[in-house]
T-cell receptor
């Protein structure tokens, strides 16, 4: 099956710094990538949808200036958490989709801890 | 966005027993998917059932979909300790976007 990777798998950063998380589709071209956030023992909440070469569409309540998404190529999307705060600590998961009827393939997630 | 509601939120059974999880939703869907997540790990896709399908099987998994009742169930037969995980239903109702249910935490005791 298709493989999606995320890097890093975990990161610890200090309050006020920015952190970039990469999501790559390794063996297919992803026309659409999705970013989710998951707090402990909770479900995944969609943060934003990104299409290659265009601006991301953010879900209600997600600050686009805080969570910067760039989908510069068909195999790479990045999520940058700017001016991170402890409440941004969470598990961030991306998924990639290869076409209209294609299944979504999920990355292994990135655990962010902000101290 | 609408979210599926799953029940039970937590389920504890003995190895060998069957586990049933339910997902209910409110609007029309294109398809409904079930995922599994081990603690702190990524998602594993289990089964996709389309809106015009009523039942699908995959190994020990059986998924049903009742669009008139807007509900789906996931049955795991002859459970194993390794089935311990969280299980999520995800609704596809607009393009490629998925909306996840709250999840069921399954514990299978050896």
């Amino acid at each position: 099956g298709a493989v999606v990777s995320q890097h890093p798998s975990w990161v610890i950063c200090k309050s006020g710094t920015s952190v970039k998380i990469e999501c790559r589709s390794l063996d297919f071209q992803a026309t659409t990538m999705f970013w989710y956030r998951q707090f402990p023992k909770q479900s995944l909440m969609l943060m934003a949808t990104s299409n290659e070469g265009s601006k991301a569409t953010y879900e209600q309540g997600v600050e686009k200036d805080k969570f910067l998404i760039n989908h510069a190529s068909l195999t790479l999307s990045t999520l940058t958490v700017t001016s991170a705060h402890p409440e941004d600590s969470s598990f961030y998961i991306c998924s990639a989709n290869g076409g209209v009827l294609s299944e979504q393939y999920f990355g292994p997630g990135t655990r962010l801890t902000v101290t | 966005s609408q979210q599926g509601e799953e029940d039970p939120q937590a389920l504890s059974i003995q190895e060998g027993e069957n586990a049933t999880m339910n997902c209910s939703y409110k609007t029309s869907i294109n398809n409904l998917q079930w995922y599994r997540q081990n603690s702190g790990r990524g998602l594993v896709h289990l089964i996709l059932i389309r809106s015009n399908e009523r039942e699908k099987h995959s190994g020990r998994l059986r998924v049903t979909l009742d669009t008139s009742k807007k509900s789906s169930s996931l049955l795991i037969t002859a459970s194993r300790a390794a089935d311990t995980a969280s299980y999520f239903c995800a609704l596809n109702n607009a393009g490629n976007m998925l909306t996840f249910g709250g999840g069921t935490r399954l514990m299978v005791k050896p």
